[in-house]
Nanobody
């Protein structure tokens, strides 16, 4: 099983930036997809961005394209989410997740490993 720990959340004004980190441990991440999801109270968890740990592809939800960048540091088993030009609607708890699949997947039920979440608050 993969164990995930997020950090980097905080409070910023609209237009600001934050970088989230997710450190993985436990089972190998080969042939895994590492992703970021977010959730607000009373709402469903939604996909934000993901990448292939063993490959080169990345995938984003439309509303964050051009503002968010997902990246990985294989040597340190870490996935990052760089968030720029943040908007109030980006406010949420952000979760790192891992799925043992090879292709693009955005359904949170496919992801078997989850971090504890980190809160991002964007004020107008």
């Amino acid at each position: 099983q993969v164990h995930l720990v997020e950090s980097g959340g905080g409070s910023v004004q609209a237009g600001g930036s934050l970088r989230l980190s997710c450190v993985a441990s436990g089972d190998t991440l080969n042939r895994h997809v590492l992703g970021w999801f977010r959730q607000n109270l009373g709402k469903e968890r939604e996909f934000v961005a993901e990448l292939a740990w063993s490959g080169g592809w990345k995938f984003y939800r439309d509303s964050v394209k051009g503002r968010f960048t997902i990246s990985k540091d294989i040597a340190n088993n870490t996935v990052y989410l760089e968030m720029n030009n943040l908007k109030p609607e980006d406010t949420a708890d952000y979760y790192c997740a891992a799925a043992g699949v090879d292709g693009v997947v955005t359904d949170p039920s496919v992801f078997r490993s989850w971090g504890q979440g980190t809160l991002v608050t964007v004020s107008s």
